[in-house]
């Protein structure tokens, strides 16, 4: 839920490319999980800001918890935080994590985030990359548009396709994470 969050603060500052990346160490027991996107930045104020629940730049409601909750996530595993944003060319969250931490929680259906986020989002562009130790696997919307033209990617059968993907690409990782 935490990536989906910090993917839809992308969504709202306007970027048109948001790169979600998940590397995973196993024998460092360690993950990495970072969202980055090209979107309207924040300056240095706001990124000061950002840490405080109390802080949000929308207008919908008066408390923004998904960058707090992320942190959180990932310092309680004694893993670290950090954000770093220019106004005019986006910005980019890294949580790290200690997967070997009683804290640690379970990532959740990665593939499920990445689909709900391209097809929620079919104009934008989105860039995946899953890294497990040596081996990885990228799902990149932009290559697929090219091949698809004028087929929107929230099409059945082109959702379908991305959900197939995504779980050929988790499978030629060595199966599910046990994370």
Do not use: W
């Amino acid at each position: 839920m935490n990536v989906l969050d910090i993917a839809q603060n992308s969504v709202r500052a306007r970027a048109s490319l948001i790169t979600i990346t998940l590397t995973e160490r196993t024998a460092e027991h360690s993950l990495e999980i970072s969202v980055a996107d090209n979107g309207c930045g924040m300056t240095e104020e706001q990124v000061s800001h950002v840490m405080d629940p109390f802080f949000t730049t929308r207008t919908t409601r008066k408390v923004g918890l998904g960058v707090p909750f992320f942190k959180m996530s990932a310092e309680a595993t004694g893993g670290s935080f950090s954000i770093v944003s220019e106004v005019g060319k986006g910005t980019t969250t890294t949580a790290r994590y200690r997967t070997d931490h009683i804290d640690m929680l379970p990532v959740g259906d990665m593939n499920a985030t990445i689909l709900s986020l391209i097809t929620m989002n079919p104009d934008l562009d989105f860039v995946y990359c899953r890294k497990r130790d040596e081996k990885a696997y990228t799902l990149d919307t932009r290559e697929l548009k090219e091949v698809l033209e004028d087929v929107p990617l929230n099409t059945p059968q082109v959702i379908s396709f991305i959900k197939e993907s995504l779980e050929e690409g988790e499978a030629g990782l060595g199966g599910p994470s046990q994370l």
